[in-house]
T-cell receptor
Framework: DGGITQSPKYLFRKEGQNVTLSCEQN?????MYWYRQDPGQGLRLIYY???????QKGDIAEGYSVSREKKESFPLTVTSAQKNPTAFYLC?????????????FGPGTRLTVL | RKEVEQDPGPFNVPEGATVAFNCTYS??????FFWYRQDCRKEPKLLMS???SGNEDGRFTAQLNRASQYISLLIRDSKLSDSATYLC????????????FGTGTSLTVIP
């Protein structure tokens, strides 16, 4: 079955540690996205990538880094520079087909910083 | 100013009721519009795209008013399974299909 997978589902980290969240898709989509969702808030864009080896900052990129070495994979690293990393992280992908590009979401990773 | 504004609710309605959500957007260059549904602690999933002519999918009707810059979602004959948060989404021209999300409207359908 085609889809997007994220791992792990739950992640606990000590303050000051970097952590990498995995996102893989087998939909053959060109574009991939990382969002953060906090309680009672909408999704906010962290980074996005429209093509392999290229990515752009979203609205809240500070304290995060990404790579896009393969079309299928778009890992997100939450660095120790991110002040409030505890959140629900969602990865999404979309095909490059003009208008109405639905974004498909993975199941998310809940990160808690202890 | 936020790109997308939604009434967060919560909306608590009895089964069988009709409920409507509105969403306003600030940028007149907004290109595409969607309603997503998000269940508690799950990922958002596309409910329906919103077209200028309006569109209907079973009990759900979405409408777009470009002049007033708002979109709406109407749910008829509410079911218990409709309980969720409904997210309004817009995209802007030439932004690489970036989605701008509203904060979501919470709906609980009561038996």
């Amino acid at each position: 079955d085609g889809g997007i997978t994220q791992s792990p589902k739950y992640l606990f980290r000590k303050e000051g540690q970097n952590v990498t969240l995995s996102c893989e898709q087998n939909l053959n989509h060109d574009a991939m996205y990382w969002y953060r969702q906090d309680p009672g808030q909408g999704l906010r864009l962290i980074y996005y990538s429209q093509i392999v080896n290229d990515f752009q900052k979203g609205d809240i990129a500070e304290g995060y880094s990404v790579s896009r070495e393969k079309k299928e994979s778009f890992p997100l690293t939450v660095t120790s520079a991110q002040k409030n990393p505890t959140a629900f992280y969602l990865c999404a992908s979309s095909a490059d087909r003009g208008r109405d590009n639905e974004q498909f979401f993975g199941p998310g990773t809940r990160l808690t910083v202890l | 100013r936020k790109e997308v504004e939604q009434d967060p609710g919560p909306f608590n309605v009895p089964e069988g009721a009709t409920v409507a959500f509105n969403c306003t957007y600030s940028n007149s260059a907004s290109q595409s519009f969607f309603w997503y549904r998000q269940d508690c602690r799950k990922e958002p999933k596309l409910l329906m795209s919103v077209y200028s002519s309006g569109n209907e999918d079973g009990r759900f009707t979405a409408q777009l008013n470009r002049a007033s810059q708002y979109i709406s979602l109407l749910i008829r004959d509410s079911k218990l399974s409709d309980s969720a948060t409904y997210l309004c989404v817009v995209t802007l021209l030439n932004t690489g299909n970036q989605f701008y999300f509203g904060t979501g409207t919470s709906l609980t359908v009561i038996p």
